[in-house]
């Protein structure tokens, strides 16, 4: 897949997801085989008034290769600003290599404001918003949408558009409306009919939780690339499964000890960005994730929901490991 000068040889991306996708993870996945990955999604006001923990949010550094900034906000003015602004990178990082914006955020604080996927309610201003940040930046501005509002107004394909008319490089759809949220199924049909109106590359979103789903969503709606969200938290090594599928090759899943390592390399990670107290606080809703499948791991769920340091995570992990079953 090739964004303006940005090759992927598979089109295996990272999704962005507010409190999870920072550095630490998004560092995992990269390891793990993801080409593209993409910070939390930040306000573009918040850029423009210069909050500091919005600019800590989007600062990416080297070794994590190509990575995108996600933008949020509604004002053609402040988009391109703010984009503007965050294209150039943050101290002590380096520039991203595109800026996303969000037209697919369904939560109720953003919607209402007339942010995230309520932009989708108005195609012009769709088009009005690329169009300046596509302007207002040397880097690519791509999109990520959802399939539309609600089944009354399932419009990806003419949001897509308009984003393609506004210079968009990219667009990815996440194949459900903002009224569904996360229930259901995604609609890969609706993703195919975007792939087919537009000439820039298209990137498929929704369910990708391992290889096989990978290939069917591929196959299904001629995508150039696909994006997964939920399916590597606390699983970084399904962008690994995803390769071998689409290269041929045979899978082996990471043994327990594995699983380990990688969940104490993205705490360890976390920690170095946030400190130990904040980073084992967040890394509650992840580290167990890692260990879900093998025995004893409510045990140690509840083990590392009490965890206040590293060592007591990492004890917490490799109780599990002395227990396997
Ligand atoms: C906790 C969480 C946070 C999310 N935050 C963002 C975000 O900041 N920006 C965005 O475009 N999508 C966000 N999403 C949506 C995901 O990027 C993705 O479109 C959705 O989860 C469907 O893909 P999946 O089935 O692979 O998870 C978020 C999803 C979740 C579950």
Do not use: W
């Not at 939390?40 to 290769?65: N, P, Q, W, Y």
């Not at 690519?140 to 949001?159: F, Q, S």
Request: charge should be neutral; glycine fraction near 8%.
């Amino acid at each position: 897949m090739n964004i303006k000068d940005i090759n992927l040889k598979y089109g295996v991306i990272l999704a962005p997801m507010a409190g999870f996708t920072d550095r630490a993870m998004r560092l995992v996945c990269r390891k793990h085989g993801a080409e593209f990955l993409v910070t939390e999604m930040v306000s573009a006001k918040a850029v423009c008034f210069g909050d500091k923990k919005t600019h800590a949010l989007a600062r990416i550094k080297e070794d994590e290769g190509m990575c995108a900034v996600q933008i949020f906000g509604s004002e053609p003015d402040i988009m391109a600003r703010a984009a503007e602004i965050l294209s150039a990178g943050e101290e002590g990082g380096i520039s991203p290599c595109a800026i996303d914006i969000n037209m697919g955020c369904p939560v109720h604080k953003v919607y209402s404001n007339g942010e995230g996927s309520a932009l989708m309610k108005n195609p012009d201003l769709v088009y009005k918003i690329v169009e300046r940040v596509s302007k207002s930046i040397d880097i690519p501005c791509t999109v990520k949408m959802r399939a539309g509002i609600d089944e009354k107004l399932k419009n990806a394909v003419e949001c897509a558009l308009a984003a393609e008319a506004g210079g968009a490089r990219a667009v990815a759809v996440h194949g459900r409306t903002r009224d569904e949220m996360y229930s259901g199924k995604a609609d890969m049909e609706i993703i195919k009919n975007v792939k087919q109106a537009l000439h820039i590359p298209v990137i498929a979103n929704g369910d990708i939780t391992n290889g096989e789903e990978a290939m069917r969503v591929f196959s299904e709606t001629g995508a150039d690339g696909i994006m997964v969200g939920r399916g590597a938290i606390g699983n970084p090594f399904v962008f690994s499964e995803i390769i071998c599928a689409l290269s041929g090759k045979s899978y082996t899943q990471p043994t327990l000890e594995e699983r380990i390592e990688a969940a104490l390399l993205q705490l360890s990670e976390a920690i170095i960005e946030k400190g130990e107290n904040i980073a084992v606080r967040e890394s509650r809703k992840q580290a167990a994730l890692y260990i879900r499948s093998f025995r004893g791991a409510a045990a140690v769920r509840a083990e590392i929901n009490r965890a206040e340091t590293y060592d007591e995570v990492k004890r917490a992990l490799y109780f599990a490991l002395e227990n396997k079953g």
